[in-house]
């Protein structure tokens, strides 16, 4: 198994710009998370989503942050406009939600995003 | 939310054991005790997670004593290569919301000593 993949692995884009983050889970998971973590802030979760669906996105920063899932094996996160305190390292993680309790999440390598 | 307390920062030197507590006072009867690990630039990963008194696996071993209000992750003759930050989370893993509201904490960095 390939693990959750992230890309891209590091981002650089001026203040204003659209940045396009993607993540594909791992097959046969049925949840999906975005975190973001900062130094300031740590670990925060963003959004998630359970079989496509968003289920709660109240860690969003902004409107200017949007997540989608068009289908299982794929999710966007985009900002627009990026702005140089969205610089972070973000990460998408997915697990497999069952009736057992070993819901373990499974993180991606993460993108490093710089705002400038 | 149970929410968690550990130590920001332990030092340790090779071979000794290692032991990071996490105190969650208000843990709830349905919440597991879940740990994970980070290495620099890398995304956190599973170590292991329990209910109740004492879960080992080949990575490490979690103590929980019987009223729960706090947890013990053990890592036996840690190396070089454990230096990392390690979170303590509480929930309910069987809820299908629970996970809109775990928050990684900011964790105990382990550096590990040579």
């Known amino acids: 198994d390939a693990g959750v993949i992230q890309s891209p692995r590091h981002e650089v884009t001026e203040m204003g710009q659209e940045v396009t983050l993607r993540c594909k889970p791992i097959s046969g998971h049925n949840s999906l998370f975005w975190y973001r973590q900062t130094m300031m802030r740590g670990l925060e979760l963003l959004i998630y989503?359970?079989?496509?669906?968003?289920?709660?996105d109240s860690g969003m920063p902004e409107d200017r942050f949007s997540a989608k899932m068009p289908n299982a094996s794929f999710s966007t996160l985009k900002i627009q406009p990026s702005e140089p305190r969205d610089s972070a390292v973000y990460f998408c993680a997915s697990s497999l939600e069952s009736q057992s309790y070993q819901e373990t999440q499974y993180f991606g390598p993460g993108t490093r995003l710089l705002v400038l | 939310l149970a929410k968690t307390t550990q130590p920001v920062s332990m030092d340790s030197y090779e071979g000794q054991e290692v032991n990071i507590t996490c105190s969650h006072n208000n843990i709830a009867t349905n919440d597991y005790i879940t740990w994970y690990q980070q290495f620099p630039s890398q995304g956190p990963r599973f170590i292991i997670q329990g209910y109740k008194t004492k879960v080992t696996n080949e990575v490490a071993s979690l103590f929980i004593p019987a009223d729960r209000k706090s947890s013990t992750l053990s890592l036996p003759r840690v190396s070089l290569s454990d230096t990392a930050v390690y979170y303590c989370?509480?929930?309910?893993?069987?809820?299908?919301?629970?996970?809109?509201?775990?928050?990684f904490g900011p964790g105990t960095s382990l550096s590990v000593i040579p």
């Open positions: 989370l509480v929930g309910d893993p069987r809820l299908k919301t629970s996970y809109d509201k775990v928050i």
């Open positions: 989503f359970n079989n496509n669906v968003p289920i709660d």
